[in-house]
Each structure stands twice: as C-alpha cells, then as structure tokens.
C-alpha cells in the first residue's frame, strides 16, 4: 500500500491531453514540494517535473504539473506513443521523514 | 555528463548478504547525496535510504533499519548499498540516485533524484 494513491492505470490517443492524479495527505503533498518520475519498460526512472511545476532541461513543455492542497496532477498534451510508460508521483513526508511514492500509473497509448 | 554506473545482478540465498555499488563521475562527487530506491518485480518504487556524501550521515526507513548500511568512497567516488539478512521479498532491482535539496521559505526536502544508475537486480532464491 503505497502513502501516495495514483490511479493504476490511464490511457489515451495520440495528440489527446491525458492527466494523472497523485493524492496524499497533509503530511507529505500537503506541506511538501510533489515530483513526477517517468520510468520506460525495462528502464531506471527519469525526473519530469519537480518542485510541484517546473521542468528538467530536455522535458518537453507537453509535460506539466500542478499542486492543490493535498492533491497534485501530471497533465501530458499532445499524446505521443514514446509517452507510454509508468509514472510515479512522489513528495517529502514529514512523518516518516523521508521520500514516498505513489504506486505508479501505467499509460497507454491506444 | 553526470553518469552513475552500478554494479552487476546478483543472485543470493536467503539469509545471505549484498553489497551493490554505484560509481559516479562527470560531477563533484561530494557535492550531492546519493539515495538508494528499489522496485520489486511488477511493483512501484520504495525508498531505502540516503548517505550524505559530504559527512557519512546516514537515513534509512524503520522497515530497513539493522539490514541496510550505506556508505562511499570519495577516492573512487563510489556509494555501497549492503543489505544484509536477505529474504525472498528482498528480489528487486536496486538503484542508486543522485539527490538534490530544494528548500521553500520554510524548510528543505529530498525528493527530487535527478540522475539514476541503471539498476542492479538481486535475486534471492533459494
């Protein structure tokens, strides 16, 4: 059971939006900055999005995120089939003071 | 450009022990932490625990606490993961990841991992 609660599964057509939820409580994404890790079949995950917003160098602007109270989102625009993949959203948690994760979100793309 | 290479899979009995390596270079070794996150077969990612590579602090998570120590090796700019006692729920692909602090106004956090290795899969079979 994972502290951060992600849907298991999202999918969508190319060039469509699709968005990803991350919900946490006050303890971790209610206090705390939220991560989005994109992890490609038989891969180490990458950074796509820290500090609730911003994006590495080299992620594309079709990646965004947001943040709202104990809640945060992925949103993809422009669906491209090199987008399927694991997503996993993470935050710093104050009570176990460390990092958590959610169990990730499967994307396809149909 | 910033690259950790780990070290090779592994295969082990329960009860046995691990120690996986995770050797940086194109960066200042010193200068970031390193946080070891593993991930079971089909499952998510688990944090296991992070070295300050500056002073040897260490922080694992109470589940691993009296299995797992880190440690490093500035002269080879190299991080160690042991894990000792191992058991079958211990089968995972283990990576090491380079962390870099953000603080707000009112405190700092590690949760950003902006480099990873490529990951070393223990097998724990008897």
Redesign the interface.
């Known amino acids: 059971q994972s502290v951060l609660t992600q849907p298991p599964s999202a999918s969508g057509t190319p060039g469509q939006r699709v968005t990803i939820s991350c919900s946490g409580s006050s303890s971790n994404i209610g206090s705390n900055y939220v991560y989005w890790y994109q992890q490609l079949q038989g891969t180490a995950p990458k950074l796509l999005i820290y500090k609730n917003d911003q994006r590495p160098s080299g992620v594309p602007d079709r990646f965004s995120g947001s943040k709202s109270a104990t809640s945060a989102s992925l949103a993809i625009s422009g669906l491209r089939s090199e987008d399927e993949a694991d997503y996993y959203c993470a935050a710093w948690d104050d009570s176990l003071s460390g990092p958590v994760f959610g169990g990730g979100t499967k994307l396809t793309v149909l | 450009q910033v690259q950790l290479v780990q070290s090779g899979a592994e295969v082990k009995k329960p009860g046995a022990s691990v120690k996986v390596s995770c050797k940086a270079s194109g960066y200042t070794f010193i200068s970031y932490d390193i946080?070891w996150?593993r991930q079971a077969p089909g499952q998510?990612?688990?944090?296991m625990?992070?070295i300050s590579v500056h002073n040897g602090n260490t922080?694992y998570?109470q589940k691993l606490q009296g299995r797992v120590t880190m440690t490093t090796d500035a002269s080879t700019n190299t991080a160690y993961m042991e894990l000792r006692s191992l058991r079958s729920d211990d089968t995972a692909v283990y990576?090491c990841?380079r962390e870099?602090t953000?603080c707000?106004s009112t405190?700092c956090?590690?949760?950003?991992?902006?480099y990873?290795?490529?990951?070393t899969l223990v097998t724990v079979s008897s």
């Open positions: 946080s996150v998510g990612l688990e944090w625990g992070w922080k998570p990576y990841a870099v953000d707000s405190r956090q590690n949760a950003r991992f902006d990873w290795g490529q990951g």
